[in-house]
């Protein structure tokens, strides 16, 4: 369940919490993440779409990247639980993917497109709970990861 209210967020704001259910269907609280490692939290539009298939495997070839950073990361959309084990089986996906069927935590973030569209949008949030980093970007799939890479860097 998510906590807070809706609407969009920015630098310097506290995260909001969650609880959702991960490719194995066991549920990821993101209270209980926070403080162990940055986290790269990315909202993707649909499993299985060419854009997001892109995105999802340069998460992944650079995972270990992130990981040697100290980050950890995470992607949502709004697919099944099931959709998202198949998603990962099929990509070798080493990280998390969350499943926001109801899109509350898609709304809860502001990540959205024109405000009703599923959004591409990746947070940074550091060990505090503090949003460090927004990029918001539907076209530019990969520049998420450069992005990211690049914050989690500099800090």
Do not use: W
């Not at 709970?129 to 990211?148: D, P, V, Y």
């Amino acid at each position: 369940m998510a906590t807070a209210t809706t609407g969009k967020l920015s630098v310097g704001d506290q995260a909001p919490a969650f609880s959702l259910p991960n490719q194995a269907g066991q549920m990821v609280d993101l209270q209980s993440l926070i403080g162990n490692k940055k986290i790269v939290l990315f909202f993707y539009p649909k499993d299985h779409s060419a854009g997001c298939v892109a995105e999802v495997c340069a998460f992944r070839d650079q995972y270990e990247v992130f990981k040697q950073a100290g980050a950890e990361v995470i992607g949502i959309s709004s697919d099944s639980v099931e959709s998202h084990e198949q998603f990962a089986a099929n990509h070798r996906l080493p990280f998390t993917l969350l499943s926001d069927s109801a899109g509350t935590v898609r709304k809860l973030y502001g990540a959205t497109t024109l405000g009703i569209l599923a959004g591409r949008v990746t947070y940074i949030i550091d060990q505090k709970g503090t949003i460090q980093h927004i990029f918001s970007s539907m076209l530019n799939a990969n520049k998420h990861i450069t992005e990211a890479l690049r914050i989690i860097n500099e800090a």
